[in-house]
């Protein structure tokens, strides 16, 4: 970890990626409940590093009502955990990439030393076509339901009118995600399969071919965070955060140049993306074009290795991809195949808030 | 070691049944305006924006922070959103205030809301769920039960309800934006109000509001505007789960742990002599006595008996609610910010018609769900 950098950034503590865990990512969760496909995923986040909950000081999580179509969503999902006696626990309508930074928040103070992040969402019990498009402006635009396939088919529009990409970059992103996700054994959408057959796909919504749309996922993950003493006692090499940020920009698409993306590229600055070679970067780019995108925000060259987990175009849980992205970004440090990694949360219509972890590993 | 914050701006609408002159974005950057006008800064002196709000069916839009990203000034800063239940006001006000105590940010601009008129709350409190039984009758139906067994247990008897519902009730018409101003109302008027859901009558009841609330917070280097800053002696959030056997809901666990928390970082030992006043979330009047047990400013069985002995009064040596609390205005999601932000203003001796006098440390607290997540903060006039 480099230190110097740390004296420059808002990371005043090191807070390591303990442990991660996620569900198989699948297109139906019928058999179980969200509680139920949460569960089993909290216990291996524990089992990974042989603790419990009574390790842990403080909870938090994202998740969304609107997918399981009810209020509280977050409050039997703590039956996961299993909150007894009470916990220090808090809860963000957001993505649990987000929910890891507020627990980082709390590590940085120094009062308390773990923290259990998790995140789930089950799509399919519901219309996520439909569902999304409530999450735009409930006077202007929700009422004229724009899916969220037609919103980003304007991006990549934008994006191949502005000469900054073509049709086949967006399918050879998605062919090498597949190809990619075949070594991620949780991944939902995994097949060796060439740009020049991808091309051959139908559109959904013109440019954006079926290949270049993420899958519909149920999902959810969990990280254990872990600062001082304990992430040394957890882990014989940790992964250490060095750097967080997250920005968000305007809603009104019009007002907003849909083919760069100002809010990771002010959220990888923060996080000092640029203050040492970045050997892997995990996007949370839903849709191919957006990858595009978000190398362009980020600084990253093309000797950056993108998405060895097959990323969101192999499994896109909502509200976990993000977390997901942190999770497997540290993975790969842990398994000795990066020493710095960048990972990515996106959140809103065409990438409207973005999320940037730097990890390293080393002492 | 975690660095100093303070309130140093407060802003709330006037809150009504219907907002219906205004829309969500502007009902929030009314109450944030006024916030920041009150800390003598502007929007681009704030660094992150934390929002909070009760169930999104409340209001029909999903993760509505990403379209009140521009109405808050947030635009190309970092933006969280919270949703901890009833409770999310205060977590809403803690999560910023981590942002400055772990030495992240300097000033923070935090907001909550609720515009009710926009649905139904007690539709979507009761979206029918697969293999759960269905909650048909609102938060009142779930919280009525609880409210007997704290009647039988302590014997306290019928009238207390009804007391709480016209002191807090009085309190308001000395607040010029509560909800509800009921000059009239009287221990017969509550009595003869509706019955809605044994022993709850109508009047004993809180309303459905339109209204948001909004603070800047800050840290210590940054302090400003022309009244003194509010410092946060403590601050905790607890959480239980819903529903196990042995599970006690008239005086939850995760309650009295959260309150032992925050006593202990503010160094209180006896909150009765050392709180001056007290904003605590009573959404139905029976709260206040069993509140007062659960935070420990009497012993078990003797919450009522502060009530009845007008110990709570706006002349008590415990004012609670001066405000006139959640009973007189409930825009649901801000409710819990409502009250660690009068609690601010009376800190900061700026309550106007509702100031007590000489107020040094006063406790904010804030529930939600079915009475398993608590959110509290104390907050002084002395740097801690």
Known sequence: MSAAANADRSVRRPVSIAS??????????????EVEMLQPVVAEVF?????????????CS???????????????????????????????????????????????????????????????????????????DPYYLAPLWPDPVSLAALQARALLDAGKATEEDF????????????????????????????????YVVSPLRRHALPPITDGAAAIVLAAGDKAREWSDNPVWITGFDHRIETHSLGARDLTSSPSTAKAGEVAGVADGAVDVAELHAPYAHQEIILKEALGLGDGVRINPSGGALAANPMMSAGLIRIGEAAARIAAGEAGRAVAHATSGPCLQQNLVCVLEGGE | MAERCAVIGVGQTHHKAKRDDISIAGMVREAAKMALTDADLTWSDIDAVVIGKAPDMFEGSMMPELYLAPALGAVGK????????????????????????????????????????????????????????????????????????????????????????????????????????????????VEESMMLWDPLRYLEACPSSDGAAAMVLAAEDSVSGSYPPAWIHGMAMRSEPTQFAGRDQVNPQAGRDCSADVY?????????????????YVPFSWYEPMWLENLGFCDLGDGWKLTEAGATAFDGDIPWNTSGGVLSSNPIGASGMLRFLEVAMQVRGQAGEHQIDGVSRALGQAYGGGSQFFSMWVLGSDKP
């Open chain 1, 20 to 33: 991660f865990a996620q569900s198989d990512n699948v297109r139906r969760e019928n058999e179980r409940n």
């Open chain 1, 47 to 59: 089992a990974n590093i042989g603790i419990d909950k009574d390790d842990i000081h403080f909870i």
């Open chain 1, 62 to 136: 994202g998740s969304t009502d609107y997918l399981i179509g009810g209020p509280f969503s977050f409050v039997t999902a703590l039956d996961a955990v299993g909150v007894w006696p009470p916990r220090a626990e808090s809860h963000v309508e957001m993505d649990g990439a987000w929910a890891l930074y507020e627990a980082w928040v709390l590590l940085q103070e120094g009062e308390i030393d773990t923290a259990l992040v998790y995140s789930f969402g089950r799509s399919s019990p519901g219309n996520l076509q439909e569902i999304l498009a409530l999450q735009l």
């Open chain 1, 171 to 202: 399918a050879a992103i998605a062919s090498r995600s597949r190809k990619d996700a075949l070594g991620n054994p949780k991944a939902q959408v995994s097949n060796d399969i060439s740009t020049e057959a991808l091309m051959k796909d139908d």
């Open chain 2, 78 to 189: 970092p933006m969280l959103r919270v949703h901890t239940a009833g409770s999310v006001g205060g977590s809403t006000s803690i999560v910023a205030a981590h942002l400055i105590s772990s030495g992240i940010h300097q000033r923070v601009l935090t907001v909550a809301y609720e515009k009710q008129s926009d649905s139904d709350a007690m539709w979507a409190l009761s979206v029918p769920q697969p293999f759960a039984a269905p909650l048909l009758a609102g938060a009142g139906g779930y919280f009525a039960p609880h409210i007997r067994a704290y009647m039988r247990r302590s014997g306290a008897p019928e009238h207390i309800g009804r007391m709480v519902a016209v002191k807090d009730r009085l309190n308001a018409i000395r607040n010029p934006y509560a909800h509800l101003h009921l000059p009239d109302i009287d221990m017969k008027t």
């Open chain 2, 264 to 280: 202990a970082q503010a160094g209180i030992t006896n909150p009765r002599a050392e709180i001056d006043v007290a904003e605590v």
